[in-house]
């Protein structure tokens, strides 16, 4: 994704996932580039969500439609063919810092 196809930060971003592509590695990859930074530097997606059981939470009989949670300063709401991502708003007070770090 080019610099001038990136989302404004307050637009939410949708990722289509690779049919052998895991929902946690979507988030990963997505988050990545809309920080414009590589996977390795990100903070670590176990701090926040099981990465396993978020894969798994899209496979058999008691699969759910979709799982959202805040990471790196994010929204993120994941389905079993998509993660979409929405920056958390700024408080304004210059107290929290909106950049999830």
């Not at 176990?46 to 300063?73: C, M, N, Q, R, W």
């Amino acid at each position: 994704m080019s610099d001038t196809d990136r989302p404004p930060s307050a637009a939410a971003h949708e990722y289509r996932l690779a049919p052998d592509e895991s929902p946690s590695r979507g988030v990963w990859s997505v988050v990545a580039v809309l920080e414009d930074c590589p996977p390795p530097e990100l903070p670590s997606l176990a701090e926040t969500i099981d990465p396993e059981a978020l894969d798994a939470a899209f496979t058999g009989k008691t699969a759910t439609d979709h799982v959202s949670f805040e990471y790196a300063g994010y929204t993120i709401t994941v389905t079993s063919d998509a993660v979409r991502v929405r920056a958390l708003e700024c408080d304004g007070d210059g107290g929290d810092k909106c950049d999830g770090g």
